[in-house]
């Protein structure tokens, strides 16, 4: 089948986690014989940010790490989407695109209706700015594919569609899996992005605090990091890494002895069940996790098994502390969540099952 895939970046995931499962889902429909095309606006703000921290070697680099996986880039001002769409079978669209494009689109489809037309969600402003995601022209799309199930509802309950399905994002294995031949470089590590100020307490009470209460080595990779956070993390003693490109994360996961999750506050509170795609990638990756609170609603995971929770900062201290010490209940609790963690990914969460999915949904909807 030919794929035709609508993202606001394939190419760069400079603050674009949706990069992430979009490059693994591409490459397992191309490694299936599929035609992928994945359609990406030249002036994005992700791919702009990402020439500007890495250049052009950064984009040098992702197409060697994802030879199977690469973008096209159109004008915004001069593009016809019919041009792409005429041969297609399924198209995909994300969110992040312009409402003008999803509208052409879904306009394209009510008079060509050969392929199964999608919306992809994944992202909060469904439940934290409705009426932006209201504002979306989805009458002639076929549904939506919304990364959990509360989302799914929004849409189906605020009539925006008129079906939806859940799709999880998932670890691309191919890229994410342990390493464990890399020297130790310290204690802690989290990879994420500060942001626009949604989880500020919450980075404080569940890494910051913990690590300086602690004396621990820790590192901490992201972008969109104020003056103030920098400074935050220098007084406990961390050190700051700046961006990282993703398929870098494996590497950096291998060297240390134990990550975080830390949500958004978005997440944490207003959509249970979605946990974002950073867990999926951390256990892959064979490293111990210890999360902030968020419900597990849907059951992608076994919470004290495949990783651990902590309530607060407190207990995240205390976490910490166990698992990080030489005792021989530390040492055996952390390789367990780590065979656990892996497990579970492999068994339920992989970009293979993901597509798996994919293609039985498109199945029951063509038949």
Same mark, same amino acid.
């Given at each position: 089948?030919?794929?035709?895939?609508?993202?606001?970046?394939?190419?760069?995931?400079?603050?674009?986690?949706?990069?992430?499962?979009?490059?693994?889902?591409?490459?397992?429909?191309?490694?299936?014989?599929?035609?992928?095309?994945?359609?990406?606006?030249?002036?994005?703000?992700?791919?702009?940010?990402?020439?500007?921290?890495?250049?052009?070697?950064?984009?040098?680099?992702?197409?060697?790490?994802?030879?199977?996986?690469?973008?096209?880039?159109?004008?915004?001002?001069?593009?016809?989407?019919?041009?792409?769409?005429?041969?297609?079978?399924?198209?995909?669209?994300?969110?992040?695109?312009?409402?003008?494009?999803?509208?052409?689109?879904?306009?394209?489809?009510?008079?060509?209706?050969?392929?199964?037309?999608?919306?992809?969600?994944?992202?909060?402003?469904?439940?934290?700015?409705?009426?932006?995601?209201?504002?979306?022209?989805?009458?002639?799309?076929?549904?939506?594919?919304?990364?959990?199930?509360?989302?799914?509802?929004?849409?189906?309950?605020?009539?925006?569609?008129?079906?939806?399905?859940?799709?999880?994002?998932? =670890?691309?294995? /191919? @890229?994410?899996?342990?390493? !464990?031949?890399?020297?130790? #470089?310290?204690? *802690?590590?989290? &990879?994420?992005?500060?942001?626009?100020?949604?989880?500020?307490?919450?980075?404080?009470?569940?890494?910051?605090?913990?690590?300086?209460?602690?004396?621990?080595?820790?590192?901490?990779?992201?972008?969109?990091?104020?003056?103030?956070?920098?400074?935050?993390?220098?007084?406990?003693?961390?050190?700051?890494?700046?961006?990282?490109?993703?398929?870098?994360?494996?590497?950096?996961? =291998?060297?240390? /002895? @134990?990550?975080?999750?830390? !949500?958004?506050?978005?997440? #944490?509170?207003? *959509?249970?069940? &979605?946990?974002?795609?950073?867990?999926?990638?951390?256990?892959?990756?064979?490293?111990?996790?210890?999360?902030?609170?968020?419900?597990?609603?849907?059951?992608?995971?076994?919470?004290?098994?495949?990783?651990?929770?902590?309530?607060?900062?407190?207990?995240?201290?205390?976490?910490?502390?166990?698992?990080?010490?030489?005792?021989?209940?530390?040492?055996?609790?952390?390789?367990?969540?780590?065979?656990?963690?892996?497990?579970?990914?492999?068994?339920?969460?992989?970009?293979?099952?993901?597509?798996?999915?994919?293609?039985?949904?498109?199945?029951?909807?063509?038949?």
């Amino acid at each position: 089948m030919r794929f035709v895939i609508f993202a606001h970046s394939l190419v760069s995931d400079w603050n674009h986690g949706n990069a992430h499962f979009l490059r693994g889902i591409a490459t397992e429909l191309t490694c299936r014989g599929h035609h992928v095309e994945v359609h990406e606006p030249l002036d994005g703000w992700s791919r702009q940010n990402l020439l500007l921290e890495g250049g052009t070697q950064a984009i040098a680099d992702f197409e060697g790490v994802y030879p199977l996986a690469r973008g096209k880039y159109y004008d915004a001002k001069t593009f016809d989407p019919a041009h792409v769409l005429g041969d297609a079978d399924i198209v995909i669209v994300h969110e992040w695109n312009s409402h003008n494009l999803v509208r052409r689109i879904g306009e394209h489809h009510s008079r060509h209706p050969h392929y199964r037309l999608f919306f992809h969600d994944t992202h909060h402003r469904s439940a934290t700015d409705p009426s932006a995601m209201s504002a979306y022209d989805l009458q002639h799309y076929d549904g939506v594919l919304a990364y959990g199930n509360i989302i799914r509802d929004l849409y189906l309950r605020n009539g925006w569609a008129r079906r939806a399905w859940t799709w999880h994002e998932a =670890a691309d294995t /191919r @890229v994410f899996h342990p390493m !464990p031949e890399k020297e130790k #470089a310290g204690d *802690l590590v989290w &990879i994420g992005n500060w942001g626009d100020e949604e989880r500020t307490l919450e980075l404080r009470e569940f890494l910051i605090e913990p690590v300086r209460a602690l004396k621990l080595k820790a590192k901490v990779y992201g972008v969109r990091y104020p003056q103030h956070a920098l400074d935050e993390l220098r007084s406990a003693g961390i050190e700051y890494g700046g961006w990282l490109p993703n398929y870098l994360a494996p590497e950096v996961f =291998a060297k240390y /002895r @134990v990550t975080v999750h830390v !949500p958004r506050r978005p997440y #944490a509170s207003a *959509l249970p069940g &979605i946990p974002t795609i950073r867990p999926f990638e951390a256990l892959a990756c064979g490293v111990p996790l210890i999360s902030a609170p968020w419900s597990d609603c849907e059951h992608l995971f076994q919470p004290g098994k495949d990783y651990l929770r902590a309530r607060d900062g407190e207990q995240m201290a205390e976490q910490l502390r166990f698992i990080l010490s030489e005792s021989r209940p530390a040492r055996s609790a952390a390789q367990s969540l780590i065979a656990s963690g892996l497990e579970c990914i492999h068994r339920r969460h992989t970009c293979v099952h993901r597509v798996n999915e994919l293609l039985n949904l498109v199945s029951g909807e063509v038949n």
